[in-house]
């Protein structure tokens, strides 16, 4: 496991100087998205806590912050807490977010029901190598009735790798435990993701004391047309309108690259 974190935080500490670019490039309708289902699901109240875990560059903590909320980011790669850092600076935002190199399936440094809201986007909990561990987590840092916003990997759309590649043995391992090994072409640099079906994204929150208020598949439509299109603002809405119609439609989950979870804490 410790393997795992290590691979895992090397391979982000690589990517993290380039991330916000390719991010901002080839994923502007992804962004769109992700932005209006946490803005349905935001505490009322300016100021309130929100953790985003796995938080990477802080795409989604600047955010937060600049809409008025307190935010705690933990990652565990030096390299993409470093760029989270000088944006904050540069942007003025450094004491409205709170950085912290932690794991996301054991962050003793956060107290037990102290967050209005957790964000994890990007999935961490596809990566981290116990997802039912960094789910209790939340379950004990969220206050009763915080709201959790999680993407991970859907295992339709990994199986559509697969499939090309008449790899039946990593088929059958996905299948049966819903693991991969990432596509990198050097084998020291490959590790182990985890992709979900919905249900089983539904049932691990639900066990760990959360209530179920949507999954989407992200992106259901414009999917791998995003980069192509994201300089048509016209094509632009039309598709994210499109997918906002139908991405909570289990029917069109297979074509995701990504499924995302709302759920909610329930009130003891
Ligand atoms: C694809 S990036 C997403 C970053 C950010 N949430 C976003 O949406 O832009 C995945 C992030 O998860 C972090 N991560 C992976 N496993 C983790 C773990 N066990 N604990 C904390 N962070 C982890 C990585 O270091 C990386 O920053």
Not at 5 to 15: S, T
Request: hydrophobic share 45%.
């Amino acid at each position: 496991m410790a393997e795992q974190a290590r691979k895992v935080a090397a391979h982000h500490d690589w990517l993290a100087a380039t991330y916000d670019a390719n991010y901002f490039e080839h994923y502007a309708i992804y962004h769109r998205v992700t932005r209006e289902n946490l803005r349905r699901h935001l505490p009322p109240q300016a100021g309130s806590l929100i953790l985003d875990a796995g938080g990477g560059t802080g795409i989604w903590a600047l955010e937060l912050a600049a809409w008025g909320y307190e935010v705690v980011l933990t990652d565990i790669s030096t390299g993409m807490l470093a760029q989270a850092r000088a944006k904050l600076t540069a942007q003025g935002l450094e004491t409205r977010v709170r950085l912290v190199e932690a794991d996301i399936r054991a962050m003793p440094e956060l107290a037990d029901d102290s967050f209005d809201m957790i964000v994890c986007q990007g999935d961490p909990l596809s990566y981290c190598g116990d997802h039912m561990a960094a789910i209790a987590e939340f379950a004990r840092v969220a206050r009763a009735g915080a709201s959790v916003i999680a993407s991970v990997d859907n295992r339709a759309c990994v199986l559509n790798w697969l499939r090309q590649s008449n790899d039946l043995d990593a088929m059958r391992c996905l299948l049966e435990t819903g693991q991969a090994l990432t596509p990198d072409e050097q084998e020291a640099l490959r590790y182990v993701i985890h992709a979900f079906t919905a249900e089983e994204l539904r049932s691990a929150f639900e066990s760990q004391g959360f209530e179920v208020e949507s999954v989407i598949g992200k992106l259901c439509l414009a999917h791998r047309l995003d980069g192509l299109v994201a300089s048509d603002p016209k094509i632009q809405e039309q598709l994210v309108e499109l997918e906002q119609m139908y991405h909570a439609d289990p029917a069109y989950y297979p074509w995701a690259g990504h499924l995302e979870i709302a759920a909610r804490r329930s009130r003891d």
